[in-house]
């Protein structure tokens, strides 16, 4: 068994890209991706559903599984660009930034990496939508920080990274 080690900081990545439409799908060169930066934590949440029921032959409770709810969430550091999005960039999720493609509630892609984005390295990736956006600021913390979460649409899928 290995485990997954971040302590380098530079290992948690989540990508967020456009894909409302066919020429939106991930891909770096065209600068429809931004990675979002100053990460705190991140959750990939993938809750599977349950509906117990009773019968009267059993002393015990049965159990059947429901759809599964999937989510990634995460707490960081505010950052004027990605949080508020680029005029100069390529389109949907550079453009509107986190804070308006949430409040457009534009379908976006993301991906997750556990560690790093090099060859071999594992992440999940799907589509969803951005919500729960709190951004935050106090004496105690005097950066803006804000929560994160991704609803997502569907499944995720879990994938290594080709060799370029």
């Given at each position: ?58 002393g015990s ?28 960039g390529a ?32 992440y999940m ?40």
């Amino acid at each position: 068994m290995a485990y997954i080690n971040t302590a380098a900081g530079g290992e948690a990545v989540l990508e967020l890209y456009n894909v409302s439409g066919a020429a939106d799908t991930f891909d770096v060169a065209a600068a429809n991706v931004i990675t979002v930066p100053f990460m705190q934590d991140i959750t990939v949440n993938n809750s599977t559903g349950t509906f117990r029921f009773k019968t009267l032959a059993s002393g015990s409770e049965s159990v059947v599984t429901t759809p599964a709810t999937n989510q990634l969430s995460l707490n960081a550091i505010v950052d004027d660009t990605v949080f508020f999005g680029n005029a100069a960039g390529a389109g949907g999720v550079v453009i509107n930034g986190v804070l308006g493609t949430s409040k457009n509630k534009t379908k976006i892609g993301f991906r997750a990496y556990f560690d790093g984005t090099d060859t071999g390295s594992r992440y999940m990736q799907g589509v969803g939508f951005i919500s729960g956006l709190a951004p935050t600021v106090n004496p105690d913390s005097p950066l803006w920080i804000t929560p994160v979460a991704v609803e997502v649409d569907g499944d995720f899928d879990s994938l290594i990274v080709p060799a370029p």
